[in-house]
């Protein structure tokens, strides 16, 4: 596949806009766990923090509408009660996480400030920024991202070759899970069908109107990004492993990539960081509110009213959750995710199926019982792992978070098979 510039530019925009605080702060401390067992980790991780957000993109290419196209085979209401709680949850949990990563990790070192001074600041920013769309593709692909890149790329280097403390032995005993679900905290599948509609309607206002080869620049813009995404993830794992002999198996998130980069960096590894914290949060932040406001923009007769209302709501959202404590932010999320991303992710693999394979019939019946079946999940999230765990241990996968993955292709095969026989 041969990239031109515009595919380029707009892949290391996406690449920006994905990369953000969960991006930063995960991989490291999965790496740091799993010790020898990395190699697992690092395929659940990228199962679902990489390859899934790219469908996502992909899928987008195909349809080139709004994130209601992705659910609205199942129903129009459906459709749009889905699209409510995905951006709900954007500009509620991942957005303002970026603002107490960026606190945490980038202001907190330095100064002794509030984290409401951080949000506050932080959100201003990223409303000027979102309030200037059409510039967004551009500024983030051609300035934020490579400087990203090159002070990441520094940091796992040096740790490859650094004379660090033996490996120590870490005890996981699910590094495949583990990872997949520390996968669900980068918020990609959900960033996925967010910000590939920020590229479309990017691509529109750049005067791209030709549907045929949109879906090449939007196609080869998701496969840049997971290259890259793929790329730094692997590393920062790897980099976590190799260093763990250097901290305490309770290490935090925030604390291990700090300590990581001041071990490949020197002195100078805190200011490093707090560059890349800032740059790799603020771009996510960006991209999660252009979204939202695009969306609502779009389903409210396409008034500029309506965007910058949404802009600034999302703002203000940010500003007072953002304050919060990163850990508290990530712990609060983790029902949340059960309850949407299996739903999201067989969605997903649905809109990029070609449209014979997948009837509106067969899309709900595959929808609900995926549904259905990831329900024990979310209630063992919500504490009620003792009750939940006999019915979780008797389906496939299903201690391993899945279990709802074969019932659903299961479900996709037989009423293909059906369907293709009634026709006959």
Known sequence: ??????????????????????????????????????????????????????????????LQGTMYDIGKKISPLF????????????????????????????IQPFFDSHPILTSLIYFILVMIFALNRSKIISILGRYLTPIIVLILLAIIVISFGGAFAPMAER??????????????????????????????????IAGENDYHE?????????????????????????????????????????????GLSKLTLGDAGNVFLSVLVALACFTTAVGIVTGVSDYFKGILGQSDRVYIWTVIISSILGIAIGQFDVHYIIVVAIPVLM??????????????????????????????????????????????????????????????????????????????????MRKV
């Open 214 to 258: 949109n879906r090449k620049i939007i196609n080869g813009a998701g496969l840049i990004s997971g290259i890259g995404l793929a790329t730094i993830y692997t590393g920062l794992i790897i980099a976590g492993a190799l260093t763990n002999g250097e901290f305490a198996d309770d290490a935090g998130r925030t604390a291990l990539l700090s």
């Open 339 to 420: 309850f949407i991303y299996p739903l999201t992710i067989i969605m997903i693999l649905l809109n990029v199926l070609p449209d014979r394979w997948v009837t509106p019939g067969v899309f709900k019946l595959v929808a609900g019982v995926t549904f259905l079946f990831s329900i024990p999940d979310f209630l063992s999230s919500i504490g009620m792992s003792d009750s939940m765990a006999p019915l979780k241990s008797a389906l496939p996968l299903g201690e391993s978070s899945l279990g709802w993955f074969l019932p659903a292709l299961i479900t996709l095969l037989f009423s293909g098979i059906w369907i293709k």
């Open 1 to 62: 596949m041969k990239f031109n510039k515009k595919t380029v530019i707009a892949g290391f925009a996406l690449f920006s806009m994905f990369f953000g605080a969960g991006n930063l702060i995960l991989p490291p401390y999965i790496g740091n766990n799993a010790g020898d067992s990395w190699g697992l980790v690092t395929i659940g991780f990228l199962l679902s923090a990489v390859i899934i957000p790219i469908l996502a993109v992909m899928a987008h290419g195909k």
């Open 171 to 204: 005890s996981m005993e699910a590094p495949f899970k583990s990872g997949m679900l520390e996968g669900y905290q980068t918020y990609d599948a959900i960033g996925g069908i967010v910000v590939g509609a920020v590229l479309i309607i990017s691509l529109r």
């Open 79 to 106: 459709s749009s009660v889905y699209c409510l709680i995905i951006y709900l949850i954007a500009i509620t949990l991942p957005s303002p996480r970026t603002a107490a990563v960026t606190h945490e990790m980038a």
